[in-house]
């Protein structure tokens, strides 16, 4: 039998989940769709998270900061959608804080090259990270919609 790496669970997850969020979306926001999309993200970022805990295996995964970005920015709608605005809060504080993660470690490449004549382009640009903080990053109600 062929082990399959917590990577690659994560990643088939993370895309069952993105796959029922686009289902509930594409069906007026069906609440029962959406929270099988939580469901599956939780259990993603759970399967990375104990990968990390154990150290049994080494985890590309855990340290792409998009996929993190990419969770946290689903749940933070879905908790959005639900009226959870306190964890909605929660976790597009911590997509702002990735993204800025993001931004750092970029000003850092280009500052530390090990060649200054071969110019590599960089991985994401400024604008392109602002643009994904702007269109993630709402600011959150403090109380129910009235009915």
């Not at 990577?7 to 099988?36: E, Q, R, V, W």
């Not at 990968?51 to 998009?66: G, I, V």
């Not at 993660?101 to 110019?119: G, L």
């Amino acid at each position: 039998a062929q082990v399959v790496s917590s990577d690659i669970k994560a990643a088939i997850i993370y895309n069952a989940g993105l796959a029922h969020h686009l289902l509930a979306i594409k069906n007026n926001n069906d609440s029962t769709l959406l929270s099988k999309a939580r469901d599956m993200y939780r259990l993603s970022q759970a399967i990375l998270r104990d990968c990390n805990q154990k150290k049994k295996s080494s985890s590309k995964l855990l340290h792409k900061h998009f996929f993190h970005v990419a969770i946290l920015n689903n749940m933070g709608q879905i908790c959005y959608e639900f009226l959870d605005y306190t964890e909605s809060r929660h976790y597009f504080q911590n997509v702002e804080a990735n993204l800025l993660h993001i931004i750092s470690r970029e000003s850092r490449r280009k500052k530390h090259k090990t060649n200054p004549s071969v110019k590599k382009p960089p991985i994401f640009y400024p604008l392109d990270i602002l643009g994904m903080m702007t269109n993630s990053l709402v600011d959150i109600p403090t109380a129910a919609p009235c009915a």
